[in-house]
């Protein structure tokens, strides 16, 4: 006997994530989902976004990870609200869900920042299929890693809205093809912006910054 | 400025899953024991239909071993995963061309435009479910 369904596998996560939406476009904040591999460099780049951020754009951070406080002690010198997640103490979670969104950011003031960011956990994999509500997703990969991870994680380049390719000060001694890079990005995601930036140096870091600006000022005059 | 931090699965995040795949197998087990009607409760499931899109970062395989995992000791135990896998399908928003995608190209094969529409291959969705039934048609119960 058979009994119809029809029903998403992950329609409760999609709802959460419609809820944190609701709530975060009713407070006006602009919702950054920050991915990667790990050590491709979120949290450098988010340090040296929030300096470039202070004064102007009021944030916060959410910061998932399976262990330690690391990323959320590093990023708290930059003196804006910094929320850590662990999902696990021993070997957790590879990714941030809605619902754990949802609670972290219960815990933030939303009504005193326009803008926040959701360090999610170091997997190109996992957090491709979970939306948080964020407004737009961000993918990095550096230098170090190869040309190819486009075309190794097609999903996650192509849910993401913007592609950050990070470590552009090793270039000089790496054998990396950037163009290469850049192609296999387009390749998967044509269109798409990309931002080349190095974190260590500060440098291209201007037009990644002002894409942000853009993205809070549409956020908060409730364009999207 | 502070910094707060969750630990453990205990005081926060309510759900353990190792690998997203996890996650995912629970999701359709509570999907699943949720569609039998109240009269056929109890009642042993043979199978479970899903689709699954080529597109989305589930493997079928992991998400079948996952499922064995968190379906012991339910009625659903055993239930095997009938797993359709749907392949991308795109059609060009400039020249209306429509081709099923092999690999990561995600430009028009015909008019290399990068303004597509993805038509299938991003589904992750539970179809339906099938209760075991005896000689006579009558629903087998299940071991819990």
Not at chain 1, 148 to 157: A, G, N, T
Not at chain 2, 61 to 68: A, K, Q, T
Not at chain 2, 93 to 110: D, I, V
Request: glycine share 8%.
């Amino acid at each position: 006997m058979e009994i119809k369904v029809v029903q998403k596998v992950l329609s409760v996560n999609e709802r959460m994530a419609e809820e944190n939406r609701r709530l975060f476009s009713e407070k006006g904040v602009c919702v950054i989902n920050v991915m990667s591999s790990p050590g491709s460099g979120k949290t450098a780049i988010l340090e040296k976004t929030l300096a470039r951020m202070a004064g102007k754009v009021p944030s916060a951070v959410i910061v998932g990870d399976v262990c330690t406080t690391h990323d959320a002690d590093r990023l708290a010198r930059t003196g804006v609200p910094v929320l850590q997640i662990n999902t696990d103490a021993f070997g957790g979670d590879c990714h941030l869900a809605a619902h754990v969104v949802e609670k972290a950011a219960g815990e933030l003031d939303l009504s005193r920042i326009q803008l926040l960011f959701v360090e999610n956990v170091g997997n190109l994999v996992c957090p491709a299929e979970f939306d948080i509500g964020e407004d737009r997703r961000v993918v990095v990969m550096s230098v170090t890693e190869g040309e190819d991870k486009p075309l190794k994680y097609p999903v996650m380049f192509r849910t993401c809205h913007v592609t950050l390719i990070n470590k552009t000060d090793l270039l000089p001694h790496l054998d990396y093809d950037l163009a290469k890079a850049k192609e296999n990005v387009l390749q998967v995601h044509p269109d798409m912006p990309i931002f080349t930036v190095s974190a260590q140096t500060g440098e291209g870091m201007t037009g990644w910054v002002d894409w942000l600006k853009a993205c809070v000022e549409e956020k908060v005059s409730g364009g999207r | 400025m502070f910094v707060k931090t969750w630990g453990g699965w205990g005081n926060f995040v309510p759900r353990r899953s190792a690998m997203h795949e996890m996650g995912i197998a629970m999701e359709i087990l509570t999907i699943a024991s949720a569609s039998i009607p109240e009269p056929l409760k109890g009642a042993k499931v043979r199978s479970i239909r899903l689709k699954v899109g080529k597109l989305t970062a589930v493997i079928p395989e992991s998400l079948r071993f996952c499922f064995d995992i968190v379906s012991k000791d339910t009625p659903l135990s055993g239930a095997h995963l009938h797993i359709e896998e749907i392949p991308v399908v795109a059609r060009c928003k400039a020249c209306q061309n429509q081709w099923t995608l092999s690999g990561p190209s995600f430009s028009c094969p015909f008019c290399e435009s990068g303004k597509l529409e993805i038509l299938s291959g991003r589904e992750l969705d539970i179809d339906a479910i099938e209760i075991e039934e005896d000689d006579d048609g009558k629903p087998v119960k299940g071991k819990a």
